[in-house]
């Protein structure tokens, strides 16, 4: 059949020379047809006649070339690159579709494709949706329903680029109708061309419209769906699919793994990647060094040290080798949490290795680590060794050396690095103008910080949300927040979306100057916008609506910060039981002080002595005792001796007895500042027989009664009442106490 038609082909071709010169490429002439080149005729005649004989003509050629590349090639090239000696200008469109499906009806689906392939290149074709609908339903007719979907995958890919993915997408439903089987692989070919746009909703319509239609999507178009989500940043969606995902037993390739892992990682969901990487491998995964280095990574950044660990014990178990990378990022970890010895000897052990040694990455994590507490001489070592073994310091290592310089104030000796930098051919980053600009902020030279950041913008550096948050930070700090809203504003100019750490740092500030109406809409606005308040962002609130005495809205957003997923800690805590007990609240107080104990959050100082003196100031000391005495020894001990001090310096004496007395049954030696307190007190109330009990007490627990104790008390009293008065009191008390002793003694 082909040898036929080419026989024809070529005859009409070989006869019809001057009608065709202008059809032909006169600059790439073929051999076969240099006798047409001496032609010069400008226009096609637009006779049918003549149509036909052009659409003949291109069928013999692309039937020439096909053959040609098939003879000097070893392969079956699924896409041929053919080279027609034909003109694109003076083919027209409805030619183009003639030249189709003759060469589908008589040649078969290849020829036919392969002049597809070789029209698609021209724009004049490539976006004739006809071309393409006509082929289709040529090949469809043919019954070769594979090279149909690649021609609608074609179609798909280049109407995207003019903005017509819709009308293309539409076009794939109706031919269903002209009968185009629809697949799983159809559906994966539509799914991925509008993914890679970033239209994850209308891929959402698609995949649902063609389940309508009977399709049943495979493991790829699920995994495209993850893919897209994940490469967005949109964990929750990415959940969602790779989870229907799961439940269907379809398995994702390591690199997919690898990216799940990673995105959940970086937007907090350590744990949900964890439970979902668990989950891969009962399904039949087989993870790599790469995918458990993915999660260790995340696990380490997110503060696990321990769960990270025990990720590299089932590793090795495994028989996976963990490399360089796998100890970098353990060693980056332990830096962060500030566990530098732990970290020297894994760091030891990578240098001993034989397989491997650490590099640029696992030197300067160590030197951030030993920079962050303030250990400059260690990380100042490391820089040398790091050089002695060939390895050039990088723009982060130095970045390092200047934060911790410029966390010690030490400004000389990181202006010397950055001026190294340059002098090294590396330029400072955003991540190095911020470490200068944070510590001359924390240092109070703001001047020298805005001065820095000129500096900075001068040299092509854009500020980041790091660079607005910590100047916003220092304007709140210093109360100024005209200025922190204005750079707030000026950052949301220039395309910059604040997070919720800005928004926190705002808030926080209107908290403590009790605007409670601004800091409820800047909260209102992070939410709409899709933020989620964290633990900090919620504690300022309450602490700013218990300031203002509204501990109705305290108890509000201390409720709602189950929604956000954020779990109280002892200052949040703290903060509402303040509130409650400023209020005369004692019942919720106490309420809310036992609930923190029985989940295991400590109480700070503060909240403990709070609870317990309020209790005491309304009568109710035996409750305030049974409260502290859920307490540790340690705890109890600090917190009883600053009561005690604190009721003695409200002249409360009788109360602070009764802790007093506590206090020496728990306690094996005398405080003395508690003592002394205590002792001044009674003197400054004239309280000498409860001198004299304590006096028995203190005697018989501890023996006798030291100098230096009674001489603080002595001097205390000397400075409050005067010699004169001090020495009336104190010789009466001691007159009093010796008589005491006295009958003591008779008795014995």
């Known amino acids: 059949m082909i040898s036929f038609t080419f026989h024809r082909f070529y005859r009409l071709h070989h006869f019809t020379p001057s009608l065709l010169n202008p059809l032909l490429n006169n600059n790439n002439p073929s051999p076969h047809h240099t006798q047409f080149h001496s032609f010069t005729t400008n226009t096609l005649p637009s006779s049918s006649s003549h ?22 090639t070893h392969f079956r090239s699924t896409h041929p690159n053919l080279k027609l000696p034909i003109n694109s200008e003076y083919l027209t469109q409805e030619q183009a579709i003639t030249v189709v499906a003759s060469l589908a009806d008589e040649g078969g689906s290849m020829l036919a494709l392969s002049f597809f392939y070789w029209a698609i290149g021209y724009v004049k074709y490539r976006y004739f949706m006809r071309l393409y609908i006509v082929l289709a339903i040529y090949l469809i007719k043919n019954g070769n329903f594979e090279r149909a979907h690649q021609v609608m995958h074609f179609m798909l890919r280049n109407f995207c680029e003019i903005g017509m993915l819709k009308e293309a997408v539409d076009m794939v439903f109706e031919m269903q109708n002209q009968g185009l089987v629809l697949n799983a692989g159809s559906l994966n070919s539509v799914v991925s061309v509008v993914n890679e746009i970033g239209e994850v909703e209308m891929a959402e319509k698609v995949f649902g419209e063609m389940c309508e239609r009977g399709v049943c999507p495979d493991s790829l178009c699920f995994e495209s769906m993850v893919v897209a989500y994940c490469r967005m940043g949109r964990v929750v969606e990415a959940d969602r699919w790779l989870t229907a995902m799961l439940e269907r037993g379809f398995l994702v390739d390591n690199a997919t793994c690898t990216l799940i892992t990673s995105v959940f990682c970086e937007k907090g969901s350590v744990n949900r990647a964890l439970w979902m990487f668990n989950k891969l491998i009962v399904l039949g995964l087989a993870p790599n060094v790469i995918n458990y280095t993915c999660l260790i990574n995340g696990l380490c950044k997110k503060g696990k040290i321990k769960h990270a660990f025990e990720l590299l014990e089932e590793m090795v178990r495994k028989g996976l080798k963990p490399n360089v990378f796998t100890h970098t ?15 020297f000897r894994l760091f030891l052990k990578l240098v001993k290795s034989d397989n491997y040694k650490p590099n640029v990455h696992t030197y300067t994590a160590m030197i951030a680590g030993y920079c962050k507490q303030e250990k400059l001489n260690r990380a100042e070592m490391l820089l040398s060794r790091m050089q002695e073994q060939e390895l050039v310091p990088n723009a982060n290592t130095y970045t390092a050396l200047i934060d911790g310089y410029c966390k010690v104030g030490n400004f000389d000796v990181a202006y010397k690095f950055l001026h190294l930098m340059d002098e090294k051919g590396l330029s400072p980053n955003i991540f190095t103008y911020n470490a200068v600009i944070d510590g001359l902020c924390k240092k109070g030279r703001v001047q020298e910080a805005y001065k820095m950041l000129r500096k900075g913008m001068r040299s092509g550096i854009s500020p980041d949300l790091v660079t607005y948050t910590i100047l916003i930070s220092q304007s709140c700090k210093l109360g100024d927040n005209r200025q922190a809203f204005a750079l707030f504003s000026k950052m949301v100019k220039a395309g910059i979306s604040p997070d919720m750490h800005t928004y926190t740092t705002l808030i926080a500030s209107l908290c403590r100057q009790k605007k409670m109406k601004d800091s409820e809409k800047l909260f209102e606005e992070a939410v709409i916008l899709g933020l989620i308040p964290t633990k900090e962002t919620c504690t300022s609130m309450i602490c700013g609506y218990c300031r203002d005495k509204n501990v109705a809205m305290a108890k509000k957003y201390f409720q709602r910060m189950g929604e956000y997923g954020c779990l109280p800690d002892n200052l949040t805590y703290g903060a509402l039981i303040s509130g409650l007990c400023k209020e005369s609240k004692l019942d919720e107080a106490r309420e809310l002080y036992n609930s923190m104990i029985d989940k295991g959050i400590p109480p700070c100082e503060v909240t403990r002595l709070t609870v317990a003196y309020e209790h005491c100031k309304n009568n109710e000391p035996t409750i305030a005792m049974g409260l502290l005495d859920r307490l540790e020894k340690k705890l109890w001990i600090r917190t009883v001796s600053t009561l005690v001090r604190k009721l003695c310096s409200e002249k409360n004496v009788d109360v602070a007895a009764l802790f007093f007395h506590k206090l020496l049954d728990k306690q094996q030696s005398i405080d003395r500042v508690t003592l002394a307190a205590f002792m001044s007190a009674c003197y400054e109330s004239n309280n000498y027989n409860l ?53 003591l003694f008779s008795r014995i």
């Not at 980056?332 to 500030?338: A, E």
């Open 51 to 72: 149509s036909n004989s052009v659409v003949k003509m291109v069928c013999s050629l692309v039937f020439e070339s096909y053959c040609r590349i098939q003879e000097n």
């Open 329 to 343: 990022v353990l060693i980056d970890g332990l830096c962060k949490k500030g566990w530098m010895d732990k970290a």
């Open 691 to 743: 001198v004299s009990s304590m006096n028995e007490r203190i005697m018989k627990d501890f023996g006798k009664i030291r100098m230096p104790v009674i001489s603080l008390v002595f001097a205390v009293q000397k400075a409050k009442i005067g010699m004169g008065v001090l020495l009336t009191k104190f010789l009466g008390a001691l007159l009093y106490v010796g008589a005491q002793l006295v009958a």
